[in-house]
């Protein structure tokens, strides 16, 4: 997630000059032009991220899905650190499934 988060502020970051100077190239020739410009970017960069975050969505939920490790290879069993599963109590799994 961090590295999706970085990747997407680094696109942002990486445009926002060019960005302002079309704006304000477009303002100054006609402010109407100006807003519209960045009206349509704003619009087309909130699909672009939002459409970016759903499909790290659906890579995580098929990724980790049934508790494996499904990418690269389907499958792969996960599995939890010793000393975690101590400390919650599940070293031997799920022992009763009864409330």
């Given at each position: 997630v ?89 070293e ?8």
């Open positions: 961090t590295q999706k988060q970085e990747e997407l502020e680094n696109i942002e970051i990486g445009a926002q000059n060019e960005i302002e100077k079309q704006a304000i190239f477009l303002y100054e020739q006609d402010p109407n032009k100006g807003k519209t410009f960045l009206t349509e970017y704003g619009k087309k960069n909130c699909a672009y991220v939002l459409q970016a975050w759903d499909d790290l969505r659906k890579l995580l939920v098929f990724k980790y899905n049934d508790g494996l490790d499904n990418v690269p290879v389907e499958g792969k069993k996960v599995g939890y650190p010793k000393e975690w599963l101590e400390k919650v109590g599940y031997k799994g799920p022992i009763s499934y009864t409330k």
